[in-house]
């Protein structure tokens, strides 16, 4: 059989084969930049955001050697942990605060336990001053080689001597890798400081083989947990080594147990004391809200719609300059303007006073609370509601109507058979922008809805730029993400997402 070949004497077969890769390559280039705009500007953000829900690298990171060292630690024993977990913590802080991230770390548990930023400042800028020079004194008087930075370097390159003193070896590493990120200075021109000498008395007491044998039997241990205790007493409160502890992983659920008012206990997860339960609330309040303010906007929005699709084009295109006119508006603008409406001495009550309606001594609060919230939002949502139906409602033939009415129906039987199940793709277009838009809005109800009529949203603004508490509002970001897709999976359940329509 002969094979057929294209006019560049190629088979037929692999020409078409090469075309055709040439068009898909020409349509991804086309849709290139797109796809890069929104993995940068949408995929990696939320990526991100589910990242930080759950990431605890501070801890770990800046109290290595401690949180190494209280695993041994039994937290019910109902006493504070013994002198090893403080020699360990006096390394970890002397180089954390070189790096400057006990501050950081101390806001990070600080966010479980108040007192604890505090606690690690104050412990930051004393640490140095802690009486362990003893020990380097000690091992310079035994032998000259202890002072010499570049017999230090020598025997930390010597894989014997690692071996025998591993703690001090490790301890070093720490201390050289400092040295030359904070100070730029060469490890083999300084001598170590205190707390490398004190890993190698610890080590020489247990037995360890120096590189040069030192007697250390006249030197007088000294108390790194007495002089914690002397820098702040919180040291010996149990509460804080078990925060540190609890929080000790690379990753962490605290974020979300926190998120639903419970905290992250010994045990386990642990209920919130009453007081403190705010998320939850927020949460419900939330999502009532902004079904409210969707119902709201259907109401008002749906006779507008009908009204702008059956007037004429000139007087239609009119009336849909002032309903687009709110967005040549600053939302700002329109939020304050409410707030003159709404307020007690404001135009709407002095109006329902002057008609008689309202009592000058019962003005209505209009202001600072959900009603406030709901009224404001939903004037500024309204159009995302209208143009959907608009659009619509105007793609459905007048005719329809006539034949019905001339079949006998009623104005009601046509509207509500007839006319209404063809706009019911515009409701639903509709309500799902003005549900997800309004979720996620927090200036309009932090300027009108005062304590009560505030949502979730404004305590993930308050976290992200006041307590930058940024794994907490991640993660109720994450649970407000995940509440949306299961909302929509429903509504597509139950009305079908098919259904939706932007007119066409």
Avoid at 164 to 185: L, S
Avoid at 205 to 220: F, I, M, Q, T
Avoid at 339 to 357: A, E, F, R, S, T
Avoid at 400 to 428: C, E, M, N
């Amino acid at each position: 059989m002969t094979e057929v070949l294209a006019a560049d004497g190629r088979p037929l077969k692999a020409s078409l084969n090469r075309a055709l890769r040439r068009q898909k390559l020409r349509a991804l280039a086309l849709i290139a930049p797109l796809l890069i705009f929104i993995l940068v500007s949408f995929v990696m953000p939320i990526a991100d955001m589910l990242f930080r829900s759950v990431e605890n690298e501070i801890v770990s990171d800046t109290l290595p050697r401690t949180v190494k060292a209280l695993e041994s630690w039994d937290s019910s024993s109902g006493e504070a942990p013994g002198e090893t977990v403080f020699n360990a913590l006096y390394t970890d802080m002397a180089l954390a605060t070189e790096y400057k991230s006990h501050t950081r770390l101390g806001s990070r548990l600080n966010y479980e336990l108040t007192g604890v930023s505090s606690l690690f400042r104050k412990s930051g800028r004393r640490v140095k001053r802690f009486d362990t020079d003893v020990y380097a004194d000690a091992f310079r008087d035994a032998d000259p080689a202890y002072a010499d930075p570049g017999q230090w370097a020598a025997w930390m390159g010597d894989d014997t001597v690692r071996a025998a003193v591993p703690a001090t070896a490790a301890t070093y590493d720490a201390w050289a890798k400092m040295i030359m990120e904070v100070d730029n200075d060469d490890p083999a021109k300084e001598e170590p400081w205190d707390f490398v000498y004190t890993a190698l008395y610890n080590e020489a007491v247990a037995g360890a083989s120096l590189p040069v044998a030192v007697d250390v039997s006249g030197v007088g241990p000294v108390s790194l947990r007495d002089q914690f205790v002397d820098v702040d007493k919180n040291w010996l409160d149990i509460d804080v080594w078990q925060t540190i502890k609890i929080y000790a992983p690379k990753y962490t659920n605290g974020y979300f147990l926190n998120s639903v008012d419970l905290l992250k206990g010994p045990d386990g997860a642990e209920a919130r004391p009453e007081s403190e339960r705010i998320y939850v609330v927020l949460f419900i309040r939330t999502m009532i809200m902004s079904l409210s303010i969707m119902g709201m906007c259907v109401l008002l929005g749906y006779p507008i719609a009908w009204l702008l699709a059956n007037l004429k084009d000139r007087t239609a295109n009119l009336l849909m300059i002032l309903v687009l006119l709110p967005f040549w508006t600053s939302l700002l603008v329109r939020t304050s303007a409410w707030k003159v409406l709404l307020q007690q001495q404001g135009v709407i009550n002095d109006v329902l006073v002057w008609i008689g309606l309202v009592a000058d001594d019962g003005r209505l609060q209009l202001i600072n609370n959900q009603t406030g919230t709901i009224i404001a939002m939903t004037h500024i949502l309204l159009p995302f509601m209208i143009l959907p139906l608009y659009s619509v409602m105007k793609t459905i033939p007048p005719s329809y109507l006539r034949a019905a009415k001339s079949l006998g129906a009623t104005d009601w039987t046509a509207f509500w058979r007839v006319y209404f199940p063809q706009s019911v793709p515009g409701i639903g277009a509709g309500c799902i922008l003005v549900f997800i838009l309004s979720i996620g809005y927090y200036i309009t109800p932090e300027l009108v809805g005062g304590t009560k009529g505030v949502f979730i949203s404004n305590r993930i603004a308050y976290h992200i730029s006041s307590s930058l508490n940024w794994g907490l509002a991640a993660a109720l970001g994450s649970i407000l993400l995940a509440v949306v897709l299961l909302l929509y999976w429903v509504y597509d359940k139950i009305v079908g997402i098919d259904n939706v329509k932007l007119g066409g």
